[in-house]
């Protein structure tokens, strides 16, 4: 089966500095790859996802990238605020039905 | 309002007292699923339901039995719950039939202790 891995653990940044988190996956078929960003006590939510056809993805501070030979992707947050506080999801969906998730990255932004 | 509604929030129980946590959503969605939650592990998929009388096992199926006889609702069962089952569950619905290709919609989470 799919398996995400998903880097750093934690990561912490000053307020205004950019993030990055890192995801591998291994099956080569995985075509879609979402981030949900969970705030702490409350439920995971989707902020951005990229398919397989598209190398990058942009919302306002959030950027998404994707390397399909490298099996790899990205999360980048620019300009951090201290309400981006919080733990990311990676994830890849993984042959029928399944969505395989990374163990999380917690993002802290000091003000 | 869409949502995903789980019952109850909180439960302290002990080893071998059945317990069932329900789900329900409202925005007519053929895909369901169930999540738990721990430390450092992160999101591991119990069990997935594509539509009404259709379930099959996630990764950690063991201990749990899940059932659809309904579209809307898709509890989860814990017949003879352990200490290992202790942990922080989360329902889910997707407009994605599968599942896997689009926004995962999820309930507030159910915090289950099990002493």
């Known amino acids: 089966g799919e398996n995400v891995e998903q880097h750093p653990s934690t990561l912490s940044v000053q307020e205004g500095d950019s993030a990055v988190i890192k995801c591998t996956y291994s099956d080569s078929a995985s075509n879609y790859f979402p981030w949900y960003k969970q705030e702490l006590g409350k439920r995971p939510q989707l902020i951005i996802d990229i398919r397989s056809n598209v190398g990058e993805k942009k919302d306002q501070r959030i950027a998404v990238t994707l390397n399909k030979t490298a099996k790899h992707f990205s999360l980048h947050i620019t300009e951090t605020q201290p309400e981006d506080s919080a733990v990311y999801f990676c994830?890849?969906?993984?042959?029928?039905?399944?969505?395989?998730f990374g163990k999380g990255t917690m993002l802290l932004v000091s003000p | 309002e869409a949502q995903v509604t789980q019952n109850p929030r909180y439960l302290i129980t002990v080893t071998g007292k059945k317990l069932t946590v329900t789900c329900s959503q409202n925005?007519?969605?053929?895909?369901m699923s169930w999540y738990r939650q721990d430390p450092g592990l992160g999101l591991r998929q119990i069990y997935y339901?594509?539509?009404?009388?259709?379930?099959d096992k996630g990764d950690v199926p063991e201990g749990y039995k899940v059932s659809r006889k309904e579209k809307r609702n898709f509890p989860l069962i814990l017949e003879s719950p352990s200490p290992n089952q202790t942990s922080l569950y989360f329902c889910?619905?997707?407009?994605?039939?599968?599942?896997?290709?689009?926004?995962?919609?999820f309930g507030e989470g159910s915090r289950l202790t099990v002493l």
């Open positions: 925005m007519n969605h053929e895909y």
């Open positions: 889910a619905s997707s407009l994605s039939r599968t599942g896997d290709t689009g926004e995962l919609f």
């Open positions: 339901s594509m539509n009404v009388e259709v379930t």
């Open positions: 994830a890849a969906n993984s042959g029928y039905s399944t969505l395989t």
